[in-house]
């Protein structure tokens, strides 16, 4: 079904089509992919169960030349740390100069456990060049990371990598999002903060996009949020990482994914400044000596890309928007969304 003002909505909202029967144009169709059954992940509850479930799916792959997407981050470096060896592939952004402790805790880590370093240097050119290549395999406008990840993953497919490895799940299984798991929300605050922009301020023809989080409505007003973060949260990040390794024809594996708490998170916990706290166990072990790292999202400087981008000019888009409100993120989904509608109807002129 073709319902453009809704993909639109979804996208800014959600940052993906989450209804999997709407689409943007005819012969367009995106299609997400399915989570992992929940019956059929390995159920763990200490930082030495998720060591031993990571090392035995890490061995299925033991007769391929193996790769990694490793950032500075515990979630890669923990499965870097499973490796016996292979190659890692570090983005590097403005020539080294964007976020250069991220980097060398990175190369920290490649060196811990004798991996092959290579940095994948993302420059704006880069990224133009892939993004279009990422719509139309996703009939759809992108993640601000699917242009990198697809880069790197090139990049690895030429030195003759056969596997990637990622480490992008953990965040959802083992209480990464504190921010979001920081309180009890109620229903209409978290609907607000969830939002990656909320569509009525940017689009002339905005869709509600609330009926996602109603199945997840409590009484009192309240909301089981993280039931909601467990599914279409989850399935926002995962279907990213899937095109982008598709339109490489490079095949993946995130070990996180596999995974589920056998036990309900620890949210006192969590609240207290322990985000991920098996996680972060399970990193001392397996790097000792080495500071535990902060949790941080994968690098991107999109603030610096669009510090002076005037915003969107297409028809749909409100007039005059202020963009001094908007992080580099959200700007990023503007200019994509604009990007893609201008690749499949462009606007004339004169």
Same mark, same amino acid.
């Given at each position: 079904?073709?319902?453009?003002?809704?993909?639109?909505?979804?996208?800014?909202?959600? +940052?993906?089509?989450?209804?999997?029967?709407? $689409?943007?144009?005819?012969?367009?169709?995106?299609?997400?992919? $399915?989570?992992?059954?929940?019956? $059929?992940?390995?159920?763990?509850? @200490?930082?030495?169960?998720?060591?031993? =479930?990571?090392?035995?799916?890490?061995?299925?792959?033991?007769?391929?030349?193996?790769?990694?997407?490793?950032?500075?981050?515990?979630?890669?470096?923990?499965?870097?740390?499973?490796?016996?060896?292979?190659? =890692? *592939?570090?983005?590097?952004?403005?020539?080294?100069?964007?976020?250069? &402790?991220?980097?060398?805790?990175? !190369?920290?880590?490649?060196?811990? *456990?004798?991996?092959?370093?290579?940095?994948?240097?993302? %420059?704006? &050119?880069?990224? !133009?060049?892939?993004?279009?290549?990422?719509?139309?395999?996703?009939?759809?406008?992108?993640?601000?990371? %699917?242009?990198?990840?697809?880069? =790197? =993953?090139?990049?690895?497919?030429?030195?003759?990598?056969?596997?990637?490895?990622?480490?992008?799940?953990?965040?959802?299984?083992?209480?990464?999002?504190?921010?979001?798991?920081?309180?009890?929300?109620?229903?209409?605050?978290?609907?607000?903060?969830?939002?990656?922009?909320?569509?009525?301020?940017?689009?002339?023809?905005?869709?509600?996009? @609330? *009926?996602?989080? &109603?199945?997840?409505?409590?009484?009192n007003n309240k909301i089981d949020f993280q039931g909601f973060m467990a599914g279409l949260?989850t399935r926002e990040s995962f279907n990213s990482y899937h095109n982008a390794f598709s339109?490489?024809?490079?095949?993946?594996?995130?070990?996180?994914?596999? /995974?589920?708490?056998?036990?309900?998170?620890?949210?006192? +916990?969590? +609240?207290?400044?322990?985000?991920?706290? /098996?996680?972060? &166990?399970?990193?001392?072990?397996?790097?000792?000596?080495?500071?535990?790292?902060?949790?941080?999202?994968?690098?991107?400087?999109?603030?610096?890309?669009?510090?002076?981008?005037?915003?969107?000019?297409?028809?749909?888009?409100?007039?005059?928007?202020?963009?001094?409100?908007?992080?580099?993120?959200?700007?990023?989904?503007m200019w994509c969304l604009e990007r893609f509608l201008n690749m499949h109807e462009p606007?004339?002129?004169?």
């Open positions: 079904m073709v319902d453009k003002f809704y993909c639109m909505s979804s996208y800014l909202a959600f +940052r993906f089509i989450e209804c999997d029967e709407k $689409d943007f144009y005819e012969n367009l169709h995106h299609k997400n992919i $399915d989570l992992l059954p929940d019956g $059929d992940r390995i159920p763990v509850k @200490t930082a030495d169960e998720i060591g031993l =479930a990571i090392d035995k799916q890490m061995a299925m792959f033991s007769g391929k030349k193996r790769g990694i997407l490793l950032s500075g981050g515990m979630d890669s470096a923990i499965v870097a740390s499973y490796m016996n060896g292979g190659e =890692a *592939y570090t983005f590097r952004f403005l020539g080294g100069d964007f976020q250069k &402790e991220e980097l060398s805790r990175a !190369e920290c880590h490649a060196k811990y *456990y004798n991996l092959n370093l290579h940095y994948v240097d993302i %420059e704006w &050119e880069s990224i !133009e060049k892939l993004v279009d290549d990422c719509m139309k395999s996703k009939c759809a406008p992108v993640h601000s990371i %699917e242009p990198q990840i697809l880069k =790197a =993953a090139l990049q690895a497919k030429n030195d003759g990598v056969e596997i990637m490895f990622v480490g992008d799940g953990s965040d959802y299984i083992f209480g990464g999002m504190d921010q979001l798991l920081s309180k009890d929300w109620n229903f209409d605050d978290f609907v607000e903060r969830y939002y990656s922009i909320k569509p009525s301020e940017i689009l002339n023809d905005p869709v509600d996009m @609330t *009926y996602p989080f &109603e199945p997840f409505r409590l009484p949260m339109v490489a024809h490079m095949p993946y594996y995130d070990p996180y994914a596999h /995974l589920k708490m056998a036990e309900k998170l620890d949210l006192k +916990r969590i +609240r207290g400044g322990e985000p991920k706290y /098996l996680i972060r &166990e399970l990193m001392s072990k397996r790097y000792p000596g080495i500071p535990v790292p902060n949790k941080n999202p994968m690098p991107r400087p999109v603030d610096f890309y669009f510090k002076d981008w005037i915003g969107p000019t297409r028809p749909e888009f409100k007039r005059n928007i202020d963009m001094s409100r908007y992080s580099g993120n959200q700007k990023w989904q606007i004339k002129i004169g």
